[in-house]
């Protein structure tokens, strides 16, 4: 596991930029790069011309195209 030192980090002089980078770095860390990468990759999914029905919905269950 990853062991931090965090009193050296705390005593560390850093601008801005520095800070931000330390603390992008943290939120990416705690929320998972997986997590972040496929909400960015995700493509908003368009409307489909068939609708999705429990079993006996229709003669054989399945799917039943909206008219």
Same mark, same amino acid.
């Given at each position: ?5 965090? *009193? ?20 990416? *860390?705690?929320?998972?790069?997986? *997590? ?32």
């Amino acid at each position: 596991m990853l062991q931090l030192d965090t *009193a050296k980090l705390l005593e560390k002089e850093m601008d801005r930029k520095d800070f931000l980078k330390h603390v992008g770095i943290g939120v990416i *860390a705690l929320t998972g790069l997986s *997590a972040v990468l496929k909400t960015l990759i995700q493509q908003p999914t368009g409307s489909k011309s068939t609708s999705q029905v429990g079993y006996g919905g229709s003669a054989y269950g399945g799917t039943k195209t909206s008219q």
